[in-house]
């Protein structure tokens, strides 16, 4: 195997942490001897073991002069486990590729390090794949003060997020809604607009597979602060937090009855100060689901870092709900174009994952 192929696999198996690490990186790690992995293994819990001490565990003296393979800088610190670099050093390793450095500075030195102790060192190695995995994991230390924020729609082939009845009931299939349980599994909260919370009734709740650390908080944007008390959301608040995010004065008929139904209410001028007064209660990701008024004004606001398309094949025609709505119109040279960070197939459905540049 290359260095390149056992940074692909070191990738893939930082995927199984997802879900259950953040708000610390994925991270995965393999050891090659002359082009044979001797040893793999991956970050699999918040605060537990680091992707290399899995990964050299049993491999004992078989890592003298070896290589180690890995998405992430060794740490350099103590934190909630001892630092990677002590191991590797240890261990008597001769090489390390890396993906990416480490963004956290407490972490961080762990290169510096190495290469002072005498092993080679290499940076850079699928940077882009590396970065693109832990683009929520970035962020935090970007210092925007407001969470990462993901924007995930299933639509039509002519993006309409449901038909001319309001019914979007299923427009992706069930591959695509497989995938989006675990999507939300990897964040600290799940948004919708205020419309589709009472038209959808949706649970926003995990109900895949795999189960989350942390059970996401589900939050919906509203200016009237209207959710009828008898909606799945506010029926199922021992279940998962509810916050009511309100940017207007609207009625107040909801407050009343707010704090009996468990629901955290949040007050902001406007999208942004609604999403940094999430940020400083915690939440470090959210994942919206719609609708078109919520995703157009997060995209006019430039507050989308990151775009899941589910796009199913039918269509719903002119009538049916548009996926934005209040997006302005660029000149075609002047429009921004996204990264695609990934697009394949789901069952009959295309999925396309984009991020802001
Ligand atoms: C690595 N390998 O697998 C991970 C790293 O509190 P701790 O000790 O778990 O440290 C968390 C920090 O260490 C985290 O913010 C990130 O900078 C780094 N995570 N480092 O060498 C790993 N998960
Ligand atoms: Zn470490």
């Given at each position: 195997m290359t260095e390149l192929d056992a940074m692909r696999r070191a990738i893939q198996l930082a995927w199984q942490g997802w879900g259950r690490v953040a708000p610390n990186p994925l991270v995965g790690a393999v050891v090659l001897r002359e082009g044979n992995v001797i040893g793999e293994g991956f970050?699999?819990?918040?605060?537990?073991?680091?992707a290399e001490a899995a990964a050299l565990e049993g491999v004992g003296t078989g890592a003298e002069g070896a290589t180690l393979v890995v998405s992430l800088e060794p740490c350099a610190h103590h934190g909630k486990?001892?630092?990677c670099t002590e191991l590797v050093i240890q261990h008597g390793l001769a090489r390390v590729v890396v993906a990416m450095a480490d963004p956290n500075p407490v972490a961080a030195g762990g290169l510096d390090l190495l290469r002072a102790h005498g092993i080679t060192v290499e940076l850079g190695v699928m940077q882009a794949e590396a970065e693109s995995q832990n683009a929520s994991f970035l962020h935090q230390?970007?210092?925007?003060?407001?969470p990462f924020v993901a924007l995930k729609l299933s639509t039509s082939l002519?993006?309409?997020?449901?038909?001319?009845?309001?019914?979007?009931?299923?427009?992706?299939?069930p591959e695509a809604r497989e995938y989006v349980h675990w999507l939300r599994a990897g964040f600290d909260a799940i948004g919708v607009g205020g419309r589709t919370a009472r038209v959808?009734?949706?649970?926003?709740t995990v109900r895949g597979e795999l189960v989350p650390r942390c059970t996401p908080k589900r939050v919906v944007f509203t200016r009237t602060g209207e959710l009828s008390p008898t909606s799945r959301l506010l029926m199922t608040t021992t279940e998962a937090p509810v916050i009511l995010a309100r940017?207007?004065?609207?009625?107040?008929?909801m407050m009343d009855y707010a704090d009996a139904a468990g629901v955290t209410v949040i007050q902001g001028e406007e999208l942004a100060e609604l999403l940094s007064k999430l940020w400083q209660s915690g939440v470090t990701s959210i994942l919206i689901e719609g609708g078109g008024e919520l995703a157009g004004s997060l995209l006019a606001g430039g507050l989308v870092d990151r775009f899941y398309w589910i796009q199913a094949p039918v269509w719903l025609g002119d009538r049916a709900i548009p996926a934005f709505q209040g997006v302005p119109a660029p000149l075609l040279g002047a429009a921004d174009r996204w990264h695609v960070a990934e697009r394949r197939p789901l069952g009959a459905d295309t999925l396309l994952v984009l991020d802001r540049r």
């Open positions: 970050h699999a819990e918040f605060g537990h073991r680091h486990q001892p630092p230390f970007k210092g925007l003060r407001r002519d993006s309409r997020i449901a038909d001319r009845a309001g019914s979007s009931r299923w427009i992706s299939g959808d009734d949706a649970s926003l940017s207007g004065a609207g009625s107040l008929g």
